[in-house]
T-cell receptor, first 116, second 112 residues
Framework: EPEVTQTPSHQVTQMGQEVILRCVPI?????FYWYRQILGQKVEFLVS????????KSEIFDDQFSVERPDGSNFTLKIRSTKLEDSAMYFC??????????????FGPGTRLTVT | DQQVKQNSPSLSVQEGRISILNCDYT??????FLWYKKYPAEGPTFLIS?????DKNEDGRFTVFLNKSAKHLSLHIVPSQPGDSAVYFC???????????FGKGTRLSVIA
């Protein structure tokens, strides 16, 4: 069964450093998302991406964040200058179609980002 | 701003019995509701969904009920199995390619 994959599984970085989190969505999916979950809190939406542009973004997704689909398979989240409060699990998700039965979002296993 | 609420942080059920997980929402613009299951160190796994035009959707041991007037949905698992032990997230979204809004989750423990 196809699945969303994410690398690395755990990333430790120093405050102020740039990080890139990588995702390979399911191959025939068209919509891509990033969510995050700070320890003990709920899963929160960051950004959605379709047709090579951002569809929607949350208040969390400020100028320090960017997304890119550099080729036909990868989807990346970049944090330019990490802060301590960026420490969280970051989940990539993808979905096939806009809505309805095919609109379910399938999640990757997550990348645990630790900012020290 | 809790648009999706799961008021029970945990639930413990005996193997073979029914598990009922509850979820309330406040945004009347939501028209699609989903349940995800999450094991430690894994991403949320899609379980079952329901559109706002329905009041029930069943898939094997899992049934989701939607009461639009009460803005309430529930997930029934019957019979519960030890492998069902996980955190269950309720999520909702508006129509179209819109982001999921998650509840805080309910940790289900199925005791053998």
């Amino acid at each position: 069964e196809p699945e969303v994959t994410q690398t690395p599984s755990h990333q430790v970085t120093q405050m102020g450093q740039e990080v890139i989190l990588r995702c390979v969505p399911i191959s025939n999916h068209l919509y891509f998302y990033w969510y995050r979950q700070i320890l003990g809190q709920k899963v929160e939406f960051l950004v959605s991406f379709y047709n090579n542009e951002i569809s929607e973004k949350s208040e969390i997704f400020d100028d320090q964040f960017s997304v890119e689909r550099p080729d036909g398979s990868n989807f990346t989240l970049k944090i330019r200058s990490t802060k301590l409060e960026d420490s969280a699990m970051y989940f990539c998700a993808s979905s096939k179609l806009r809505a309805g039965l095919e609109g379910e979002q399938y999640f990757g296993p997550g990348t645990r980002l630790t900012v020290t | 701003d809790q648009q999706v609420k799961q008021n029970s942080p945990s639930l413990s059920v005996q193997e073979g019995r029914i598990s009922i997980l509850n979820c309330d929402y406040t945004n009347s613009m939501f028209d699609y509701f989903l349940w995800y299951k999450k094991y430690p160190a894994e991403g949320p796994t899609f379980l079952i969904s329901i559109s706002s035009i329905k009041d029930k959707n069943e898939d094997g041991r899992f049934t989701v009920f939607l009461n639009k007037s009460a803005k309430h949905l529930s997930l029934h698992i019957v019979p519960s199995q030890p492998g069902d032990s996980a955190v269950y997230f309720c999520a909702a979204r508006r129509s179209g390619n819109t982001p999921l809004v998650f509840g805080k989750g309910t940790r289900l423990s199925v005791i053998a």
